[in-house]
């Protein structure tokens, strides 16, 4: 890991980053983004903006409102600037008295005080209700994405990193609220501001219309090669802070590790390198973006002078108004303002557009099978039955074979074997996680696959492998298992998994907050506390994976007593590395790559001299 190149580095992190914007769809289908479409530019953009406009275009009237507000406000700008005309002309060419003249430019100074006011009042309420607009539509925009992931597959989970999902609804989420909210009202006020500039330019001089149109393509020109500089250097900076954070989340989640082995000077190192990197990047991005403003101010500034100067001969020359001049003076440079506008606006747009792709694609997901046949047999008693179950994560790698075998209800199975064996494949499979490839599973001689998911899972008591705990106080993590469990229950519960005496011993007992993933507990007290979580539950079938993995042999012990009471009546499917635990089953099976080598009880496992015995007289050697 040491002294990796630039290069190098950036490949790795960039390539997480990559992944991690990628497109997904379900297993087989190849990401769409990997080849194609270049990173972070949109690949179906009608699509995308109508999808986009059905979150807006809920909000019709508020939408309608808005671009009336628009019209009000730009129409006062462009009078405002107008009213110049006449109030200059009378003041130049009219013979009135001075007194005269003065009250008339107080006159006008107050209408054209009455006219921006209108502006600035309108321009207000315009941006308030298109910030409503913009924030209800991305608060839609992130409870359907939310939603959708509830009802993602597990499958979906395995192919996608925390970041990933995590970017979608920060960045992606932000960069469309962007848009809806700012681009949308920018790009039609500039519509609006030049449509009517042009109007009033050709009605007070066609000749000059001209001359300022003449400097369109200069800008147009200049607009494009400042903008594909700097979206170029944009790109590359988005893809080197890509990096950075990749490396920053990885060093900050493995910390630990960094320090065990002593790796922090060489984390530094390389951090360095891609902060350097990104750095010149952000330098060239900056550099680029910030360069439009004074180009346009230059070109814009010779337009002016342009525009002065014939005009001024136009007056001497051909009877033109010094107050028709004056405001084409103002309007050269107003000219510029909404091309330059729209051409700042395109990156937000790509942006937008872009994340908005990938929100949708996990919107687009395949959620979890629902069933067709929906049974909800009024109560499974508990009799699970594995059919010939053949199952693969992957396409063409096979995890489990042949697996068949009978759970009687309230009978007691244990899986044992050495890691990777598939023995918490098996558990995946019991309640639905993922689909098999062939075979059946059935629960009552019902195939799962007709049963209701919830349903099904309601049946089921799990303590999972990896433990996970929830912010909130021990009460709540417990009563997980059963929302309607009463305090008493919990209690009850937390007891079974002999758990209660360290609750108690909680600054808060069973109200302590946990969280952080129960990051103030021990690995072996959060096991405990899912297992009080699975007590709770009356679920007919209940799997333990390697849930007292973590906890040690006394309290194990302890535990047992409990858990005995806890299995009564149930069918259990127990996994766990210590022999000691599975010896009172009422099968054992061992498996080895997939597959059930031994099956028996523990006595008849043991006379067979196999594996088991092995695995049994190995620990006992280890004791
Ligand atoms: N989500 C997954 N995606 C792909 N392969 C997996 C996944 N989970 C487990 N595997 C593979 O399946 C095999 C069995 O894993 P598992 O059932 O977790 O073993 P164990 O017996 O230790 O519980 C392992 O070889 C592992 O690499
Ligand atoms: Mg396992």
């Known amino acids: 890991m040491q002294g990796r190149s630039l290069d190098e580095l950036q490949k ?53 409102l808005v671009v009336l507000l628009m019209l009000t406000s730009t129409s006062t700008a462009l009078a405002g600037s107008y009213i110049m005309r006449p109030l200059i002309n009378r003041l130049v060419y009219d013979d009135a008295p001075a007194q005269e003249k003065i009250a008339y430019l107080a006159h006008m100074l107050i209408i054209i005080g009455g006219i921006y006011l209108a502006g600035i009042v309108t321009g207000y309420l315009q941006n308030r209700l298109m910030l409503r607009v913009s924030t209800s539509a991305s608060e839609r925009i992130r409870n359907d994405l939310f939603n959708s992931l509830q009802a993602l597959p597990i499958r979906f989970f395995d192919s996608e990193t925390t970041g990933g999902i995590m970017s979608r609804f920060t960045n992606d989420i932000d960069n469309i609220d962007l848009m809806m909210n700012q681009t949308i009202t920018q790009l039609v006020s500039a519509a609006i501001t030049l449509i009517g500039t042009f109007c009033l330019m050709v009605y007070t001089s066609w000749q000059l219309t001209i001359v300022i149109v003449a400097f369109v393509p200069l800008l147009l020109a200049a607009v494009s090669f400042v903008a594909k500089r700097s979206s170029k250097y944009y790109t590359e900076q988005q893809s080197a802070l890509g990096a950075v954070n990749g490396y920053i989340e ?17 984390c530094v190192d390389e951090f360095e390198l891609l902060n350097n990197d990104m750095r010149r990047k952000q330098m060239g991005a900056q550099f680029f973006g910030g360069l439009m403003g004074p180009v346009m101010h230059n070109i814009t500034q010779i337009c002016y002078a342009v525009t002065a100067g014939v005009g001024g001969l136009l007056c001497l020359l051909a009877g033109f108004d010094i107050g028709g001049v004056s405001i084409f003076a103002s309007y050269a440079r107003q000219f510029s303002m909404p091309i330059s506008t729209v051409s700042q606006q395109t990156s937000t747009i790509f942006a937008a557009l872009a994340g908005a792709e990938r929100v949708f694609a996990v919107m687009d997901a395949k959620p979890e099978k629902i069933n067709d046949l929906v049974n909800t047999e009024p109560s499974i008693s508990g009799c699970v039955e594995l059919r010939d179950v053949t199952f693969g994560y992957l396409p063409g790698k096979t995890v489990l074979r042949n697996i068949s075998l009978t759970a009687e209800p309230g009978r007691k199975i244990a899986f044992v074997g050495s890691t990777g064996a598939g023995k918490t494949t098996i558990t995946n499979l019991i309640n639905r996680f993922y689909e098999i490839d062939s075979g059946t599973i059935t629960f009552d001689g019902t195939d799962i696959r007709e049963i209701d998911r919830d349903y099904l899972r309601k049946n089921i008591a799990m303590v999972l492998q990896d433990t996970h705990l929830f912010t909130g106080t021990v009460m709540e993590n417990i009563r997980y298992g059963r929302l309607d469990a009463t305090d008493d229950e919990v209690v009850q519960a937390a007891k079974t998994a002999s758990a209660h005496s360290f609750i108690m011993r909680l600054a808060d007992g069973y109200n302590t907050v946990i969280e952080g993933d129960g990051a103030n507990l021990s690995q072996g007290q959060r096991q405990l506390l899912n297992i009080a979580r699975a007590a709770i539950s009356k679920a007919p079938i209940l799997v333990l994976d390697e849930a007292t993995s973590s906890v040690d042999t006394r309290t194990e012990r302890h535990i047992e007593h409990g858990m005995d009471r806890l299995m009564k009546n149930r069918t259990t499917f127990v996994i766990a590395h210590r022999l000691s635990t599975v010896r009172n089953s009422d099968a054992i099976m061992v498996l080895e790559r997939g597959e059930i080598i031994e099956r028996g009880t523990h006595d008849e496992l043991l006379a067979l001299k196999g594996r088991y015995y092995e695995l049994y007289t190995g620990v006992r050697e280890l004791d």
């Open 12 to 64: 790795r992190y960039n390539k997480a980053a990559a992944d991690k914007k990628q497109n997904f769809g379900p297993p087989g289908r190849p990401a769409r983004n990997r080849q194609g479409a270049p990173e972070g530019k949109p690949k179906n953009t009608g699509k995308t903006v109508k999808r986009l406009w059905s979150y807006i275009s809920k909000y019709k009237f508020r939408l309608i």
């Open 250 to 266: 990885e060093s900050v989640t493995g910390q630990k590790v960094v320090k065990v082995f002593n790796h922090e000077s060489a």
